[in-house]
């Protein structure tokens, strides 16, 4: 019984004991990896023996540990004494299995050889040479081995640097290849060059006689023209041009055409010059030019469409300024007689409805209802008379700068609501889809701005056929509050769209030609400008339209 007591006692002391001894050796293994020591103890057949590096330094040490190269120390039989990270990271192994494994372990079968020979040699002088290792894997590594032998303070080891070749022997193949393809490339290519060099000469001749014949062209029409490259600078005016504006192509080249804009206009031009350069899209805008003889400056309109070759890049610009000075004048006649026209019906028109009110209420019970009937459609007429008069009213004063009124901090839900009450009146027929639960301020006069909205209103109505149906919302954007209508109607075309709040303008659709003048989105535009929003559409044709004004917000 003792014995065995004494048996589990002393197997007890002896695991401990042992435990002990392995936490201390993987303690030391850590050191002398991060170089927390500078010198190693070991016991051997002839006693303790002290083994360190020369001049050893611990940021040495951390700086091998940083390496991307793999670094191993081994002794003269071949066994590992010290190994980096990397190196155990390029076999695939922990750390603590590299450490004491013989270094011939690691290379595979093929090179064993090769390894023999330059360690032999790395013993007497530095030496280098490619040979293969091998991961835990079975797969193989293409490594540049460099040898050096180390003096420590009780013997000789030998310092082992491994480069991993594998990315460079990748690119070396793939470099290879690629010098091949070159060579084929060059071969087809002074084959391709020579055939080339007629071609040039035979298009150089075209393009001489289209460049003749577009000049021809372009001095002989009464526009002005330009090419401007894809940067804006112009290289090339008309001679139509030197002829108006009494300038050279030095004067006027690249960017001096600005000279001869009227100020007033110059900032309008730029801004739209500039945007249909980097879009792509066609240059259009109105402005007046500075004639040479007089001074006196001409309305113009300037379009420019790019020319873009086959992958689809913009080569230059060709660009015409037509002259619309008469066309601006009539435009000036027509807008005073509209002026005048609205004002002499506005009299008139009042005194009729007048009268008609009068009709209508007057012995009412002894009218017969036929009569009360045409009563009612002439009052209804007299209201869309009374309605297209007020536009001509508002286009006219837009056009003098007289359309004033008063701004003051407004609650845009109430306008919204007193809208969409009247709407409801007016279209029972329809749908109204509401999203209008926020009261948001803004500055801006109640009146006008429940113009604009019934108008959008009106006009999802008007092009509404099949879906019956409206959507009102209001939305926060930041700093700005949207207020937006949909109709699921027919809808409006690109080019549309871009026209579509001009004065005068309808969408030319006979199939769902409505009546108006044309002028709603025009001033409905002119009110938003005035309380310094923004108004837009985004619509697709076939699929409906969503028309929508932005305004900047106000504190509560």
């Not at 080891?157 to 290849?177: A, F, G, M, N």
């Not at 926060?476 to 004065?503: A, C, H, M, P, Y």
């Amino acid at each position: 019984m003792e014995t065995s007591n004494y048996s589990y006692e002393q197997l007890s002391k002896e695991i401990r004991e042992l435990r002990w001894q392995l936490e201390e050796a993987n303690e030391t293994i850590e050191a002398i990896r991060t170089g927390q020591v500078d010198a190693l103890v070991v016991q051997n057949g002839n006693g303790h023996q002290l083994y360190t590096l020369k001049s050893a330094d611990q940021t040495y040490r951390v700086f091998i540990e940083k390496m991307n190269e793999g670094v191993a120390t081994i002794n003269k039989e071949g066994y590992i004494l010290y190994s980096n990270t990397r190196l155990a990271q390029m076999v695939h192994l922990p750390l603590d299995k590299v450490i004491g494994l013989s270094f011939e372990a690691l290379v595979a079968d093929e090179s064993k050889e090769l390894y023999r020979s330059i360690t032999e040699e790395g013993w007497i002088k530095d030496c280098k040479e490619e040979i293969q290792l091998k991961d835990s894997n079975g797969k193989q590594i293409c490594c540049l081995v460099s040898c050096t032998a180390l003096e420590l303070d009780e013997g000789m080891t030998l310092s082992l640097i491994l480069t991993d070749l594998t990315v460079q022997k990748k690119h070396t193949h793939q470099l290879k290849i690629q010098n091949e393809l070159l060579e084929d490339a060059r071969y087809l290519t002074e084959k391709l060059n020579d055939e080339l060099e007629d071609t040039v000469r035979a298009r150089t001749k075209d393009l001489l006689i289209s460049r003749e014949h577009f000049k021809l062209l372009a001095n002989h029409i009464t526009q002005m023209t330009w090419t401007n490259l894809p940067n804006g600078k112009v290289n090339y005016f008309n001679q139509r041009w030197y002829d108006y504006t009494g300038l050279t192509f030095e004067q006027t080249r690249e960017w001096g055409w600005k000279a001869v804009v009227h100020p007033d206009d110059l900032a309008n031009t730029i801004a739209k010059y500039m945007s249909a350069l980097q879009s792509g899209q066609i240059f259009e805008v109105e402005n007046r030019y500075r004639r040479g003889k007089d001074g006196a400056y001409r309305w113009h309109l300037n379009r420019a469409i790019p020319l873009k070759n086959e992958n689809d890049e913009i080569i230059f610009w060709v660009g015409t300024a037509t002259d619309i000075e008469e066309q601006k004048r009539e435009l000036d006649r027509k807008d005073e007689f509209i002026g005048v026209a609205s004002h002499e019906l506005k009299t008139p028109l009042t005194g009729l409805k007048g009268y008609l009110q009068l009709m209508t209420f007057y012995k009412n019970d002894d009218l017969p209802p036929r009569i009360k009937q045409y009563l009612t459609k002439a009052n209804m007429a007299i209201g869309k008379l009374q309605y297209l008069v007020d536009d001509l009213l508002d286009v006219s004063k837009i056009k003098a700068g007289r359309l004033n009124y008063g701004m003051q901090i407004v609650n845009l839900k109430q306008i919204v609501d007193d809208c969409i009450e009247n709407a409801i009146h007016i279209y029972p027929a329809f749908t109204f889809e509401i999203d209008n639960k926020t009261g948001f301020m803004v500055k801006g006069n109640a009146e006008r701005l429940e113009q604009v909205l019934m108008n959008l209103v009106n006009n999802a109505v008007k092009y509404s056929r099949d879906v019956k149906k409206i959507t009102i919302k209001t939305l926060k954007l930041e700093n700005w509050v949207r207020v937006s209508v949909t109709d699921f109607g027919i809808g409006i075309s690109e080019e549309q769209k871009n026209k579509i709040f001009e004065r005068f303008y309808r969408v030319s659709d006979k199939k769902n030609m409505t009546s108006g003048l044309g002028m709603g989105l025009y001033i409905s535009s002119e009110i938003i400008n005035t309380h310094k929003g923004k108004i837009d559409v985004e619509s697709k044709l076939g699929k409906g339209s969503t028309f929508y004004f932005d305004l900047p917000l106000e504190k509560a």
